[in-house]
């Protein structure tokens, strides 16, 4: 069994496709397909194991198999379920860009040095990524563009941020 703590999230289920076992997998990898290729897959606490296997692209997702789920069933009762991968088995990415995992919990601060919070989310809502930092006082919601967020420095465990006019 894997760490729990070196788990991403890199997928769920949508639901049941078919009526053989069939599921319709929701991929939130950069190129959808390559999630087949990070397993085996694990449940959040990473006590379940799911061996994967891509069989068609379906409407909204990707259809797949699951060893064991043999019954539309059994497929529907998976609905929800997230699945997660090894970080090790995940590409290294390049000096600027980052797994949303890692930068949750970071540091923020503005460019004169005063601490804003930490980054409690990140969220994606089509448009780009938001940091959600938190936790000295309100809630910020700041673009993780080049801009707002000049620096992240993960050895540091800390991200500078210039939050657009107004923004405190």
Request: hydrophobic share 40%; aromatic share 6%; proline share 7%.
């Amino acid at each position: 069994m894997p760490d729990p703590s070196s788990l991403l999230c890199v997928g769920a289920i949508a639901g049941a496709f078919g009526i053989q076992g069939e599921v319709r997998l929701k991929s939130f990898c950069a190129v959808p397909e390559d999630i087949a290729a990070y397993g085996p897959l694990w449940s959040k606490d990473g006590t379940v194991q799911y061996k994967v296997k891509l069989t068609r692209p379906v409407a909204q997702g990707l259809g797949a198999r699951i060893k064991g789920v043999d019954t539309r069933e059994a497929a529907e009762a998976l609905k929800g379920t997230e699945l997660y991968a090894e970080k090790s088995r995940l590409p290294h990415l390049p000096d600027d860009e980052f797994y949303h995992a890692d930068l949750i919990g970071l540091a923020v601060q503005d460019t004169g040095g005063k601490l804003l919070g930490q980054v409690r989310a990140v969220h994606n809502h089509g448009a780009g990524d938001i940091l959600e930092v938190g936790g000295n006082g309100p809630t910020l919601l700041l673009p993780f563009t080049l801009a707002v967020v000049p620096t992240v420095d993960l050895k540091a465990r800390i991200v500078i941020a210039d939050p657009p006019e107004g923004v405190e």
